[in-house]
Each structure stands twice: as structure tokens, then as C-alpha cells.
């Protein structure tokens, strides 16, 4: 996963943050990012025998999608014998509808059906089929289930945002270090489009928030430390837009800048894992969250490389939308010097 954030910083900067990205390059973000999405949205969720036993024990009407492969012959009236396609020794009794008990019998492919626990754990019972011969599948989390596609949104963006305040405050050293205009320039796109991603991880996690916690906002550490920090950038494009001098503007923003992803760590990193909350990485989380849990399946191969291909596609757009920010900029500056000297 750091690999892919890597990656796409690498080759966010080729050929230069301030020049038009070559035909290769755009089709490589758009590609990237529809894939991310699509693998994202659309392919099944399914987990194993041993999460339909957890989940069925804690809730008896609980359906869990399971991963499941015929194991004999489907004679009418009768449970079928399945076997978890992920571990060949799990074996469990299925009664089936007569229309689920069809769509298993025609085929000899793995497919997913959603289970319910019936007084055994090896006895079970079905009434739909999630999906046949899947080409691929996304853990089941348990609390979670569908609303878990929102992480491969909502992380890569809360991270992202992370990187470009990093990478707005190097350029504002470098612009005082240097006094070139075009840092200043680098350093306001990259903030910009950084707080644009900081929102849209605040709108995602709102949502999600509803989903599982009741509400849109809760006021949970994460949720108010993403909101002080949106405070403080808010407050840096106030200062850049009240102050008419472009030279005074640029060392005032890259002071506020500097100072400014100060409060970022600790906003992002430490304050939330300080206090008891209802985000994942709280204090009072007994796990490291969906991401890293050590609870079955949840960080399995798929998730890690869709994972990130998530962190590397939003990355390289971030990098595609400052690229342009960037020249709209240069394009505005060179208009505005034209008509002043004329």
C-alpha cells in the first residue's frame, strides 16, 4: 500500500507539476481510476464458513454471503453438502429453496449464497444466491458488509489529503528559500485541491457514519480534528484572498503554510488515537480497524492490491488536477501582466 502511494507520487511529478501531462500519462490516471471504481463498486462480497458461524451466533436472522462450492449430488427436498471454497476441509449442510437449489445444481463453479445459521454450526439454511462463479470477491467485514466499500474511497482520499498539505508546505519552503513565483503558485494548488480531497473525505465519512453510527456527524474525535483542520486551511485561503501584493501574499501564505501542516500530524495522527471514539484507531479500539483487523479474511490479497489501486489512482488524480490548477493559474497571472502593462 505505501508502495502504491509511492508510485503515484512518482509519477504525479513526471514530467513536472507545471507541465500538460502527455497523452500515455492521462490515459494511465483515467484508467487507474475506473478500474479502482469499478472493482470498488460492483464485484460480490463474501466471506467464509467461519464468519456466517460468528455473525449467526450474535445475530440467528443475520444472512452472510459465503464463498461456497457443491460438494455432491442436489437431490430435491433435500440439504445440500457445500464446501467453503476457500478452505476444502470446512464441509456444512444447506437447506435451500427449490430455486437456489437450481441455480447450485447447474453449475460446478464456486458461488456465493447468503446463509443463515440453524441450530449448528454446520447446518445451515438459504433463500437467494448472491452470485455465480464471481470472479473475484471482497471480504466479508463484520459490521460492516456492504458499507465496507466506502474505505477504498474515503481512506485514500483522507490520506491523500495528508500528502498534499505536506507537499503545499515544501514548496512554500522552497519559495522562501528561492522567492520564485512559482512555488507560491505550486504551494496554493496543492493546498487547494488538497482541501477539495479533505472534503470530499469528510462528505464519504459522513455517509458512512450514518449508515453505521446513526447520524451524519457525531462529533468523534476523527470527525472534529478533520474540521479544525479544515478551520485552519480556510483560514489560509482567506489570507491569500485579502491581500492584493502578489510578493507579500506569497511569503505571507508560505508562513501560514509552514505553520499550518504543524497541526496537521497531530490533528490526523495523534489526537484521534488519544481519545475514545466511535472511529476505527480510536483509543478504545481494540483492533487497528477494518484495514489492518486480524479478524478472518479481512485483509486478504484482494482487498490489499484493490487497496492499493485505490491509494494510486486518487493519488495520480490529485496530481492531474494541481497540474491544472497550476496552469489555469500561470494562464491568469499572464493575462493579468499583459493588460498592466498595457
Not at 447468503?114 to 471480504?139: E, H, K, M
Not at 478551520?231 to 484572498?241: C, D, E, K, M, W
Request: charged residues 15%.
Amino acid at each position: 500500500m505505501l508502495g502504491a502511494t509511492i508510485a503515484g507520487i512518482a509519477l504525479g511529478f513526471y514530467p513536472g507539476i507545471a507541465k500538460a501531462r502527455p497523452l500515455w500519462w492521462r490515459l494511465v490516471a483515467i484508467g487507474a481510476v475506473t478500474i479502482a471504481v469499478v472493482l470498488s463498486l460492483f464485484p460480490p462480497i463474501a466471506g467464509t464458513v467461519t464468519d456466517a458461524v460468528i455473525a449467526s451466533r450474535a445475530d440467528s436472522t443475520k444472512a452472510v454471503p459465503v464463498l461456497l462450492k457443491r460438494d455432491g449430488p442436489v437431490l430435491a427436498g433435500q440439504a445440500l453438502t457445500l464446501r467453503d471454497a476457500r478452505d476444502q476441509r470446512v464441509l456444512i449442510s444447506v437447506l435451500c429453496t427449490p430455486e437456489v437449489a437450481a441455480a447450485i445444481a447447474s453449475t460446478e463453479a464456486p458461488f456465493v449464497l447468503n446463509v443463515q445459521r440453524d441450530g449448528s454450526d454446520a447446518r445451515f439454511t438459504s433463500a437467494s444466491i448472491g452470485a455465480v462463479n464471481p470472479a473475484i470477491t471482497l471480504p466479508y467485514i463484520m459490521g460492516l458488509e456492504e458499507r465496507a466499500r466506502i474505505i477504498f474511497f474515503h481512506v485514500p482520499m483522507s490520506w491523500v489529503a495528508t500528502v498534499a498539505y505536506l507537499l503545499s508546505m515544501i514548496f512554500a519552503v522552497m519559495f522562501l528559500r528561492k522567492r520564485t513565483m512559482e512555488y507560491d503558485t505550486i504551494s496554493m494548488a496543492a493546498a487547494s485541491v488538497g482541501t477539495l480531497y479533505a472534503i470530499l473525505a469528510t462528505v464519504t465519512g459522513a455517509v458512512w457514519a450514518k449508515f453505521n453510527w446513526g447520524s451524519f456527524w457525531n462529533w468523534d474525535p476523527r470527525e472534529s480534528s478533520i474540521f479544525l483542520l479544515l478551520l485552519i486551511y480556510a483560514a489560509y485561503f482567506v489570507l491569500r484572498s485579502t491581500i492584493d501584493d502578489a510578493q507579500r501574499r506569497a511569503r505571507l501564505s508560505a508562513a501560514y503554510s509552514i505553520v499550518a501542516f504543524v497541526t496537521v500530524p497531530f490533528l490526523v495522527f495523534v489526537l484521534p488515537r488519544m481519545l475514545p471514539g466511535l472511529h476505527p484507531g480510536s483509543a478504545d479500539d481494540v483492533n487497528a480497524g477494518p484495514l489492518l483487523s486480524p479478524k478472518s479474511d479481512a485483509i486478504n490479497t484482494t482487498k490489499q492490491i484493490l487497496f492499493g489501486l485505490s491509494l494510486f489512482s486518487f493519488t495520480i488524480l490529485y496530481f492531474w488536477l494541481v497540474n491544472l490548477r497550476v496552469r489555469t493559474e500561470n494562464v491568469y497571472l499572464s493575462i493579468t501582466d499583459r493588460e498592466a502593462n498595457q
